[in-house]
Nanobody, 116 residues
């Protein structure tokens, strides 16, 4: 039912920063969680962190301190701020929305390339 679309990807130099967005197609009145993932060809999809509609955040240990997740409930949009980027952060970044009674929606992803 509800769609999510990622945006903000692009080329960034090592050590730089980038802010990604994930917007839902409509407002959700029930509880929901928006999560960020990334995947590189040949590697398994990696979960980065999640945030609830109330702003409760959980991060994967590997990205703590560098990545920050926030949410604007009114806009139904979550943000992933990435800092101190390295070439190893190059990947397609995906957003997942879980809401209602077991409903789920995945975005198409946005490409992030970290290169000098």
């Amino acid at each position: 039912q509800v769609r999510v679309v990622e945006s903000g990807g692009g080329l960034v130099r090592p050590g730089g920063s980038l802010k990604l967005s994930c917007a839902a197609s409509e407002r959700i009145s029930t509880f929901y969680v928006m999560s960020w993932y990334r995947q590189t060809p040949g590697k398994e999809r990696e979960m980065l962190g999640s945030i609830s509609r109330f702003g409760s955040v959980q991060y994967q240990e590997s990205v703590k301190g560098r990545f920050t997740i926030s949410i604007e409930h009114t806009k139904m949009t979550t943000f992933l701020e990435m800092a101190s980027l390295t070439p190893e952060d190059t990947a397609v970044y995906y957003c997942r929305l879980k809401y209602g009674l077991g409903s789920e929606s995945w975005g198409q992803g946005t490409q992030v390339n970290v290169s000098s």
